[in-house]
C-alpha cells in the first residue's frame, strides 16, 4: 500500500474500501462527485463523553444482504453537519474522522453516520475525500481490485 501522494489516481465509479482503524477489512462503497461529505451506514448512534470530549459509539453492518461481521465502533466527534440527503431532506449528522484505502491508497477522510439501509452500498465517498488525488472513471468499476471471494459472497448474504 502506497503512502506517498500521488495524483490522478483513477478509481472506478464503485469499489471495495477498507476502513483499517474500525476493524472492517472491506466495504463497498460508491465514489460520489456530486456529494460533498463521505458516509457511512451506522445506527443505533450514541454520544457520550470521556474524559470532558463528545465521544459517539455506534455499530455498522458491512454487508448489504447480512448481519455477519456486525462491528460496534466507538471515535472521537470531529463536527456535526446539517446535510441535505439524496431525496432532498436536511438532517444534522455527527462527523468522525476515518482513514480510509481507496485504490490502494490510504487518506483520512471526514465520514457522516447515517442509517444507509435503504440505500445500495453502506458507504458513501464523496468529492472531499476524492480531492486528494483520485480521478473518477465513471464507466469502470473495481480498479482497485475486488474484495475476497469469501466477503464478496458475504456481502450477497451467501
Not at 482513514?99 to 444507509?116: P, Q, W
Not at 476524492?130 to 458475504?154: N, Q, T, Y
Request: positive net charge.
Amino acid at each position: 500500500m502506497s503512502r506517498t501522494p500521488h495524483s490522478n489516481t483513477l478509481a472506478g465509479w464503485r469499489e471495495w474500501v477498507q476502513l483499517p482503524d474500525v476493524g472492517i477489512p472491506w466495504i463497498k462503497a460508491k465514489l460520489d462527485t456530486g456529494a460533498r461529505t463521505s458516509s457511512l451506514h451506522a445506527y443505533k448512534i450514541k454520544q457520550f463523553d470521556r474524559d470532558g470530549e463528545d465521544w459517539v459509539r455506534f455499530r455498522v453492518r458491512p454487508w448489504q444482504e447480512s448481519y455477519e461481521d456486525e462491528v460496534v465502533v466507538e471515535l472521537p466527534i470531529h463536527d456535526r453537519r446539517r446535510v441535505r440527503s439524496s431525496s432532498g431532506h436536511v438532517q444534522e449528522r455527527i462527523v468522525v474522522l476515518m482513514r480510509v484505502v481507496l485504490v490502494e491508497r490510504e487518506l483520512t477522510a471526514e465520514v457522516t453516520l447515517t442509517n444507509r439501509d435503504a440505500m445500495g452500498f453502506r458507504m458513501l465517498i464523496g468529492r472531499e475525500a476524492l480531492r486528494h488525488g483520485f480521478v473518477v472513471a465513471s464507466g469502470r468499476s473495481f480498479l482497485g481490485g475486488r474484495a475476497p471471494k469469501e466477503m464478496r459472497r458475504r456481502n450477497r448474504g451467501r
